[in-house]
């Protein structure tokens, strides 16, 4: 069988492990090291801090967007855009200063398009199946 020695310096400048110490140089760099890493930690959690409550801060965006928003017209207050009978609408989506709503309907999906400086229908797309190619 074999047998584990350990052996033991007797030199002052060795280690617990028999390897050399830091000198007294190289403990002080350590030490700034560590306090420059634990000041960018503490800068980097105070800036996430502060943007979090930044942004809590503001409302959640149900506002109409201002004129300046759409090209300088201003949003026509409320809308009324008719759908086909049995429609859900799907999907939003806002631009400048049109609105698309993508809807299901029994005769087929489709997307509507507004107007909001006229409250305007500007546009009505039917999503119809292509025919099956051979």
């Known amino acids: 069988m074999f047998r584990a020695e350990r052996h033991i310096s007797t030199d002052p400048a060795a280690g617990a492990d028999g390897g050399a110490m830091l000198a007294a140089g190289g403990v002080r760099a350590l030490k700034i090291a560590i306090a420059v890493m634990t000041v960018l930690i503490a800068a980097g959690l105070a800036a996430i801090a502060w943007r979090l409550v930044a942004l809590a801060g503001k409302p959640a965006g149900h506002a109409l967007p201002s004129a300046g928003a759409t090209g300088g017209h201003a949003i026509v207050p409320?809308?009324?855009?008719?759908?086909?009978?049995?429609?859900?609408?799907?999907?939003?989506?806002?631009?400048?200063?049109?609105?698309a709503l993508h809807y299901d309907a029994p005769a087929g999906a489709g997307v509507l398009i507004v107007d909001l400086a006229s409250g305007a229908v500007l546009s009505r797309v039917d999503l119809v199946p292509s025919p099956p190619r051979n």
């Open 78 to 99: 409320q809308v009324r855009a008719e759908l086909p009978a049995g429609a859900v609408v799907r999907t939003m989506a806002l631009g400048a200063d049109r609105l």
